[in-house]
C-alpha cells in the first residue's frame, strides 16, 4: 500500500512539473525563434519533438530539452543569408553529427571538463538567464525600434513578478502538494483575468495556434555547394547544443547523486534533431533552465519530459488562447528564480580559499559565457585550465642527488617530466661541476613525450661534451627505442624498469 501511495505521489510530482516546465517553455520558445527569424510555431514545434524524443530516449532522466538561445543565435546568420529550408537542412545535418559523436563513445570526455569551467558555465548561464527576461520589459513598435516600457505599465508588471517569486518562495513552507512554480503561474494569471489587469502577456510575443508538425523535406538543392553553406552551421550546433547538454547533465547528476549516460542523450539528441529538421523545427539542445525547475519540483522521471511535450501540442491544437492570456511577468518571475537558484553561490565563499588560477578560469567561462557563447566558453575554460596544470605541474620537477661508494654521483629525479618542465629540468644538473661517472635515475619520475626525449638526448651530448660518462636507469621501454644520443647509456633492467608508454610519433 505505501509502494502505491509512493508511486502515485512520484507520477503526480512529474506530471504536474511537466505542466509547469510547459508554461515556462511557451515563451522560451517564441523568443528564440523570433532570435532565429522563424516563426514562433517553428520554435514550439522543436520544443515539442526534442523533449518527447530525449525524454522518452535520452541518457538522463528529468533532464528537459528544447531550443535554446544558445543555438538561436547562431542560427540567426544562416536565416537571414540563406532562408529558413537551409536552417531545417543545417539541423538534420547537426542530429547526423551528434549521433556520430555518440557512436564514437565521446561523451564520457565530458567529464574531463575542470570543476572551475563547470562553476563557470553554471554561473554564466544564470546571469544570461536572468539578462534575457529584461528583453521582455520592452515596447517594439510597428517600425521595429524598441523602448523601455515605464510608468504604471512597469510598476504593475514588477509587482506581479515580485508576487510570482514571493508565492515559489513562501508556498513550499505551507504545502508541498502543489509545485510552487505552477501555483505562482496560476494565482498570478488568474489575478490579471479576473481583475482585467492590462499587462503584457504571452500572445504579445506572437501566437502559439497551429496544427501538428507534418513531415517536410528541407527544400534545398543536394548538391556540394549546399553541404559548405550548412556544414559550418551544423558543426557549430552540435558542438554548442552538446556541450550545454552534457554539462546540463553533469549538473543534474551532481545535483541529485546520480549518473546519466552521456552517449546515450547524445544518440537521443542527435536523433531529436534529425526528427525535428524533417518536421518544420529549429532543432534543439537541454534547457537548463528548464531541467532546474524540473529538478527543483522533485521529477527525476522520463515522464516529465513526456508530459512537458504533450502539452505543449495540447497549448498548440486546443489550448492557444488561453495560454496566450498568461501574463509574460508571472513567467519572468519564475525564470528569475530560476536563475537565482542555477546560480553556484557557494562560489563567492571561494575566493581566497582556493588557488587564484581556480578563481580566474571560473570567471572567465562565466563571463565568455555571457558575452560570446557557450561553446567558446567551454572550450577556452578547459585550454586554459590545462596549460594552467601544465604550468603547476612542470613545477614539480626535482632531484635529490649523493654520492655512492664509487664516487659517483647519482641524480633521483622525481615528477613528471615533458614539455612544460624540461626548462626546469635543463637547471638541475652541472656536467662541469660533476664527477666522471654520473647516474641519473628516472624510478620517482616519468617521461612522458617527445619534447621529454629530446631534453633527455641533449643532457646526454652535455655530459659527453664535457668528457663525462653518463648512466641513465629505469627509463621505460618506449624510452630505449626512441632515446638517440643517450641510447648507448641507459642500464636495462627488465624486472625494475617501468612499462609505460611515451607520446611520440616515432613509436607509431
Known amino acids: 500500500m505505501q509502494s502505491i501511495s509512493k508511486n502515485f505521489k512520484e507520477i503526480r510530482i512529474n506530471i504536474l512539473s511537466g505542466l509547469t516546465v510547459a508554461l515556462a ?237 552521456p552517449n546515450r542523450e547524445s544518440m537521443a539528441q542527435g ?24 529538478v527543483n519540483n522533485g521529477a527525476l522521471k522520463r515522464l516529465s519530459g513526456v508530459v512537458t511535450a504533450f502539452f505543449l501540442i495540447f497549448f498548440i491544437l486546443f489550448a492557444s488562447e488561453w495560454i496566450e492570456m498568461i501574463p509574460l511577468a508571472a513567467l519572468i518571475g519564475v525564470m528569475f528564480v530560476v536563475a537565482e537558484k542555477t546560480f553556484e553561490w557557494g562560489t563567492l565563499r571561494l575566493f581566497g580559499k582556493v588557488p587564484k588560477q581556480d578563481v580566474f578560469v571560473g570567471l572567465l567561462v562565466g563571463a565568455v559565457t555571457v558575452i560570446a557563447d557557450l561553446a567558446l566558453a567551454v572550450f577556452l575554460g578547459v585550454i586554459v585550465s590545462a596549460l594552467v596544470f601544465a604550468w603547476e605541474h612542470a613545477k614539480t620537477i626535482k632531484v635529490q642527488t649523493k654520492i655512492d661508494n664509487k664516487g659517483w654521483k647519482i641524480y633521483e629525479l622525481e615528477g613528471t617530466l615533458f614539455f612544460a618542465s624540461i626548462a626546469n629540468f635543463q637547471t638541475l644538473f652541472t656536467p662541469e661541476e660533476d664527477p666522471d661517472d654520473i647516474v641519473i635515475d628516472f624510478k620517482y619520475s616519468k617521461v612522458a613525450d617527445h619534447s621529454a626525449i629530446t631534453a633527455i638526448d641533449a643532457l646526454a651530448v652535455r655530459y659527453q661534451s664535457s668528457g663525462k660518462k653518463l648512466h641513465l636507469k629505469h627509463l621505460s621501454p618506449d624510452c630505449l627505442e626512441v632515446l638517440e644520443n643517450a641510447k648507448g647509456m641507459i642500464e636495462v633492467n627488465l624486472l625494475e624498469d617501468p612499462k609505460y608508454h611515451i607520446a611520440d610519433d616515432k613509436l607509431g
Open 25 to 261: 517553455m511557451v515563451p522560451e520558445a517564441i523568443a528564440f525563434a523570433l532570435i532565429a527569424q522563424v516563426s514562433p510555431l517553428t520554435g514550439l514545434y522543436a520544443a515539442f519533438m526534442v523533449s518527447l524524443i530525449t525524454s522518452i530516449f535520452g541518457g538522463r532522466p528529468g533532464m528537459i530539452s528544447g531550443a535554446t538561445g544558445a543555438l538561436a543565435v547562431v542560427m540567426v546568420a544562416l536565416v537571414v543569408e540563406h532562408g529558413i529550408e537551409y536552417l531545417f537542412a543545417t539541423v538534420v545535418v547537426m542530429g547526423f553529427l551528434q549521433v556520430l559523436f555518440s557512436v564514437a563513445k565521446l561523451g564520457k570526455f565530458i567529464r574531463m571538463v575542470p570543476r572551475p569551467v563547470m562553476l563557470g558555465f553554471v554561473n554564466g548561464l544564470a546571469v544570461v538567464i536572468f539578462l534575457a527576461q529584461f528583453n521582455h520589459f520592452k515596447n517594439i513598435a510597428n517600425d521595429g525600434s524598441e523602448s523601455w516600457i515605464s510608468g504604471q505599465p512597469l510598476l504593475v508588471m514588477l509587482s506581479l513578478i515580485a508576487m510570482t517569486v514571493s508565492i515559489i518562495y513562501l508556498l513550499p513552507k505551507l504545502t508541498k502538494a502543489v509545485p510552487s512554480t505552477l501555483a505562482g503561474i496560476a494565482f498570478v494569471s488568474l489575478l490579471v483575468f479576473f481583475f482585467n489587469i492590462e499587462t503584457k502577456t504571452v500572445g504579445d510575443l506572437g501566437s502559439i495556434s497551429g496544427g501538428l508538425p507534418s513531415f517536410h523535406a528541407p527544400q534545398v538543392p543536394l548538391n556540394l555547394d549546399t553541404l559548405i553553406i550548412i556544414f559550418p552551421y551544423a558543426l557549430i550546433l552540435a558542438s554548442i547544443g552538446l556541450i550545454e547538454t552534457l554539462l546540463t547533465l553533469n549538473l543534474i547528476d551532481d545535483m541529485t547523486n546520480t549518473r546519466g549516460k
Open 271 to 294: 536523433f531529436a534533431n534529425i526528427v525535428t529538421g524533417f518536421f518544420g523545427g529549429m532543432g534543439g539542445c537541454a534547457m537548463i533552465g528548464q531541467s532546474m525547475i524540473n
